[in-house]
Nanobody, 125 residues
Framework: QVQLVESGGGSVQAGGSLRLSCAVS????????MGWFRQAPGKEREFVAG????????SYADSAKGRFTISRDNAKNTVFLQMSSLKPEDTAAYYC??????????????????WGQGTQVTVFS
């Protein structure tokens, strides 16, 4: 069973930065496409960013482009989300996801993913 453990959430003032981490175990990490999703209260879970096996291909939601960067360290079985220029509308629970499919892609299919427990990000103005 794949386990994903997020860390790095917290409260930050608008314009600030946070770095989320997700440690993965239970499967060969370098063969997992990884991503980050978020869910704000009263809203559906939405895609934020994805990264393929090698890290050479990434995808971002329009809301994340230019402000967020997804990366991975295959030697440490960890995926990161560096968030900068944070806005109050970025406030949400952020979830790490690993694609169950043996597919080298940066575009995860959420219905076919393993999920972490989530980490809260709160951006105040």
């Amino acid at each position: 069973q794949v386990q994903l453990v997020e860390s790095g959430g917290g409260s930050v003032q608008a314009g600030g930065s946070l770095r989320l981490s997700c440690a993965v175990s239970g499967r060969t990490f370098s063969w997992l496409s990884m991503g980050w999703f978020r869910q704000a209260p009263g809203k559906e879970r939405e895609f934020v960013a994805g990264i393929n096996w090698s890290g050479g291909s990434t995808s971002y939601a329009d809301s994340a482009k230019g402000r967020f960067t997804i990366s991975r360290d295959n030697a440490k079985n960890t995926v990161f989300l560096q968030m900068s220029s944070l806005k109050p509308e970025d406030t949400a629970a952020y979830y790490c996801a690993a694609d169950r499919r043996a597919l080298d892609t940066s575009r995860l299919e959420p219905s076919r993913a393993y999920w972490g427990q989530g980490t809260q990000v709160t951006v105040f103005s």
